[in-house]
């Protein structure tokens, strides 16, 4: 443990960071590059948080918590990633595969036509909507092109509606690329987060549109950023969780077990809930009722070993069922790409906004999931299933519903030396890694300025490219 702090100079004053997810890890690299002595809590054994790997106890293989993807427009995740060494560890996808039951496959990639042309050769060419269905998106994508639409209160669905989605548009598009996204069902989702989305993956450019899968496990990954933080005198506490915290006017202390331990400064990167549990006695109603604004929702991921390969794809979008996208994690992944021929196959279906799932067993839901995957898979039919595991994430992410986003707050609290970081704070993205590592660089930024040594961490976001720069 730190002593005692002792502040000699600005940017070597001590910082706790509770919570090794990639919004505290994220906080924590960015600061002890700057010189900041850093002490990081992570009540789990390991680092990831929300994004993390294990070895699991039933099947002995180590897994995710569930797959993680990004796009190129993640210009902070991608710059955390160079901090930690690992840019090399993301494997690139321009295409995806739709597939509807019965196994045909439609495809989306970019075209040399200039941005936000640049899908539009392929998505006409897609077999899984028809022409009135292409009509109504085409439609709906020129409305969102020249700026996202403020929150009015309106849902998503709402808006499909009032700009002429038919049904198997909403079903085929709409659901499928939001609900993954977004993690939550359409007559939820606020149109801002929506309008984000769709702009960022398929108008602004091909580049942003990327999509980027680890090619090693999240643990494997994102404790790199703990090496990268002790590498610069810093320290990661693993299995140690805060209890609470009392700030005052020259630092924070901090409770552990009964233990208390002083910091000049404080980021607290853990989730809504549990802040909302440790919040001090001095806290205001402000924050503690945005922090009851929150909602969660969840997604289920079914881990499925067989002893052949079901698919020569990577990954696929699957339609009108349960399951919504497929990972094929034997191939997806560094270490087992060798093992295909001989030790068949592991394969990842992940259902978002999973609510029907989560009362189901996990023999129920490996039941649905093998049916349904031999529906798109014809060599599933006479595989035979060696392992399988069902990871329930009950409280995934927050939902992005109307209103929200009022109630995010920014990283400077009522306490001087105190800043809050996560996924769920201000920082204009949806929960995802990206989110996570902003809000990180925003906490930082905001105590550097309070600590009168303004840094700037936050890169900026990718250029729109072709007609997309008429547009804001
Ligand atoms: C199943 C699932 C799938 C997802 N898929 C994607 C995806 O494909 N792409 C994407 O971009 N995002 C995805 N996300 C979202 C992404 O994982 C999160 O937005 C991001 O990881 C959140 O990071 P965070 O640091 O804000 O929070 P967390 O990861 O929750 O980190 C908070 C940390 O605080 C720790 N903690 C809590 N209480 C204490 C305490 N008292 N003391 C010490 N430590 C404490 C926790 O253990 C945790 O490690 C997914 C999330 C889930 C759950």
């Known amino acids: 443990m730190p002593s005692p702090s002792s502040t000699t ?51 002995g293989e180590v897994v995710d918590n569930c797959q993680h993807v990004l796009l190129g427009c993640c210009t902070n995740l991608l710059d955390f990633y160079k901090r930690a060494g690992v840019e090399n560890k993301i494997r690139w996808y321009d295409k995806l595969t739709f597939l509807e039951p019965g196994g045909r496959a439609s495809e989306l990639s970019p075209s040399p036509l200039p941005a936000p042309l640049h899908t539009a050769p392929a998505f006409l060419r897609v077999q899984c909507l028809n022409l009135k269905d292409k009509l109504g998106i085409s439609r709906a994508m020129a409305a969102l092109a020249p700026s996202t639409p403020a929150d009015t209160g309106e849902t998503f669905l709402t808006w499909l509606k009032r700009h002429g989605q038919t049904e198997q548009a909403i079903e085929r598009f709409w659901k499928t690329i939001l609900v993954s996204a977004l993690n939550e069902d359409l007559d939820q989702i606020s149109v801002p987060y929506a309008a984000q989305v769709v702009r960022e993956s398929f108008l602004k450019s091909s580049r942003a549109g990327l999509m980027g899968i680890p090619t090693v496990p999240l643990t494997e990954l994102y404790s790199t950023g703990g090496d990268y933080i002790r590498k610069r005198g810093g320290e990661i506490q693993l299995r140690s969780s805060i209890d609470s915290f009392t700030p005052d006017s020259s630092g924070v202390t901090l409770t552990s077990n009964d233990t208390e331990h ?33 909602s969660t929702s969840p997604i289920t991921g079914i881990h499925l070993w067989f002893d052949r390969q079901i698919s020569d794809l990577d990954h696929a979008v699957l339609l009108d069922r349960t ?36 009362e189901k ?92 040594n303004s840094t700037k961490f936050l890169v900026p976001d990718l250029p729109p490219n072709g007609l997309m720069k008429l547009f804001k």
């Open 262 to 294: 002083r910091f000049d400064y404080l980021i607290m990167a853990v989730p809504f809930d549990v802040l909302g549990r440790i919040l001090p006695a001095s806290s205001s109603d402000q924050l503690r009722n945005e922090l009851k604004q929150f």
């Open 323 to 358: 399951i919504q996208w497929m990972f094929h994690k034997s191939r997806l992944l560094e270490s087992r790409r060798d093992e295909n021929s001989q030790n068949g196959s592991y394969v990842e279906f992940v259902v978002s906004c999973s609510r029907s799932l989560v």
């Open 361 to 452: 067993s996990k023999q129920e839901i490996v039941e649905i999931v093998t049916r349904e995957a031999q529906e798109f898979f014809p060599q599933a039919r006479g595989a035979k299933l060696l392992k399988s595991t069902v990871i329930k994430e009950v409280h995934a992410t927050y939902s992005p519903r109307p209103g929200i986003d009022q109630s995010r707050p920014h990283p400077e609290t009522q306490w001087q030396r105190v800043f809050l970081a996560g996924d769920w704070t201000a920082t204009g993205w949806p929960a995802t890694m990206e989110g996570a590592v902003r809000s990180g660089y925003l906490a930082a930024e905001a105590l550097t300025r309070a600590g009168g």
């Open 9 to 59: 100079s600005r940017n070597s004053s001590t910082l706790a960071i509770v919570g090794g997810g990639l919004a505290g890890l994220a906080a924590g690299c960015a600061l002890a590059e700057a010189g900041y002595r850093v002490t990081l809590f992570e009540r789990r054994p390991y680092l990831g948080g929300r994004a993390s790997s294990y070895q699991h106890p039933g099947t």
